[in-house]
T-cell receptor
Framework: EDQVTQSPEALRLQEGESSSLNCSYT??????LFWYRQDPGKGPEFLFT???AGEEKEKERLKATLTKKESFLHITAPKPEDSATYLC?????????????FGTGTQLKVEL | GAGVSQSPSNKVTEKGKDVELRCDPI?????LYWYRQSLGQGLEFLIY????????KSGLPSDRFSAERTGGSVSTLTIQRTQQEDSAVYLC?????????????FGPGTRLLVL
């Protein structure tokens, strides 16, 4: 059975304190690894897609990396506005569609 | 441009009543997905549409759940005889196509509470 596990469940950082979020997966045939950000009361907002081991993508203070078994979301010098839940998902090609299997997320709180 | 929209944003209903949730995808997006997000759980896939057909309904939890899409655009998710365990946030996403390279863009969700 396809599984996506995120850790830690919750993370509290001081402003400027860099850290990493982990997403490990066991799937039969990864088609893409997706990172989303979700603010309270809103839908997930797309951040990155990674397709092959060794791939890296960056956006502002965020950098996503991918290996054969896991992905990391590195947050460099975070600010309070980076506080959100970060969701990881894997794309499983089935029935002609791109069904996403999500982890339960890491809830990040960045404090002044 | 306009993103994915969903209505209503919140819905409170009594156990046993039927509810309809609506999704308006991004214009031109042929693929549409419904997911459910329960408290403390990850997003759970419900159903996928390509155009007006639904090749993958594997995530619908029971025969009380159904969905349709008309004109290759608007989709409606219907829950009949609602139960308290149906309380969750129902999210809709759309993408330009159904290839693995396509990004799914999510709407704000409908928060359903069954009393």
């Amino acid at each position: 059975e396809d599984q996506v596990t995120q850790s830690p469940e919750a993370l509290r950082l001081q402003e400027g304190e860099s850290s990493s979020l982990n997403c490990s997966y066991t799937v039969s045939g990864l088609r893409g690894l997706f990172w989303y950000r979700q603010d309270p009361g809103k839908g997930p907002e797309f951040l990155f897609t990674l397709y092959s081991a060794g791939e890296e993508k960056e956006k502002e203070r965020l950098k996503a990396t991918l290996t054969k078994k896991e992905s990391f979301l590195h947050i460099t010098a975070p600010k309070p506005e980076d506080s959100a839940t970060y969701l990881c998902a894997v794309g499983i090609l089935t029935g002609g569609g791109n069904k996403l299997t999500f982890g339960t997320g890491t809830q990040l709180k960045v404090e002044l | 441009g306009a993103g994915v929209s969903q209505s209503p944003s919140n819905k409170v209903t009594e156990k046993g009543k039927d509810v309809e949730l609506r999704c308006d995808p991004i214009s031109g997006h042929t693929a549409l997905y419904w997911y459910r997000q329960s408290l403390g759980q990850g997003l759970e896939f419900l159903i996928y549409f390509q155009g007006n057909s639904a090749p993958d309904k594997s995530g619908l939890p029971s025969d009380r759940f159904s969905a349709e899409r008309t004109g290759g655009s608007v989709s409606t998710l219907t829950i009949q005889r609602t139960q308290q365990e149906d309380s969750a946030v129902y999210l809709c996403a759309s993408s330009h196509g159904d290839r693995v390279t396509e990004t799914q863009y999510f709407g704000p969700g409908t928060r359903l509470l069954v009393l």
